[in-house]
């Protein structure tokens, strides 16, 4: 998490291997050694970032973990660490951008384990076959701008709000 500490205080071009190994209390090597390129620094960083900060769990009940998804999404994205992963994930690409590609990949992975959840889900009879892009743009979309305007803290009834407004909304497609 030091990286991300960095990131959030120096931006992304601000991050220095040496200041990681110092504030990682390791030596310059050893930093050089484990990432010996940034890409494979922040493609770390990022997935330990997603499995520890926002987890999609399986209760076995989709409006719960959905729930618990979006909530720990928006309290992750309170933090100084959320801020600095939402910096690395918005970076736009070039045609050298590695970085980028990093974001992308690990958007790819969680996007593809939110679908075997769905999935699940769908096979449960807890949802209509869905998208997961679709679904965590409907649920995600909402939190960002709920962060970004800060009126109040985002509480777990808002996220549980938003995604039965989804999962209705998911429903009423189905019907139709």
Known sequence: MAALEIVAESGIDGLQYEELASRAQVGRA???????????????????????????????????????????????SVTSAGRAVLQILLRRADGRDGLHRVGVELLD???????????RATE???????????V???????????????????ELSDAQT???LVVAGMWREQAS
């Not at 900060?53 to 618990?68: F, H, S």
């Not at 449960?124 to 679709?134: D, I, K, R, S, V």
């Open 124 to 134: 449960a009879g807890q949802l209509p076959p869905a998208e997961a892009p679709f």
């Open 30 to 76: 050893t930093v050089y050694r484990r990432w010996p390129n940034r890409d494979d620094l922040f493609r770390d960083v990022l997935t330990h970032f997603a499995e520890t900060a926002v987890r999609i769990e399986d209760t076995g009940d989709i409006v719960r973990d959905l729930t618990y998804f979006l909530h720990s999404f928006a309290e992750a």
């Open 109 to 119: 992975r969680r996007t593809g384990e939110l679908q075997r959840r769905l999935d």
């Open 162 to 164: 938003i995604v039965e």
């Open 136 to 154: 965590n743009m409907m649920l995600v979309g909402p939190v960002q701008w709920f962060v970004l305007r800060r009126e109040r803290p985002f």
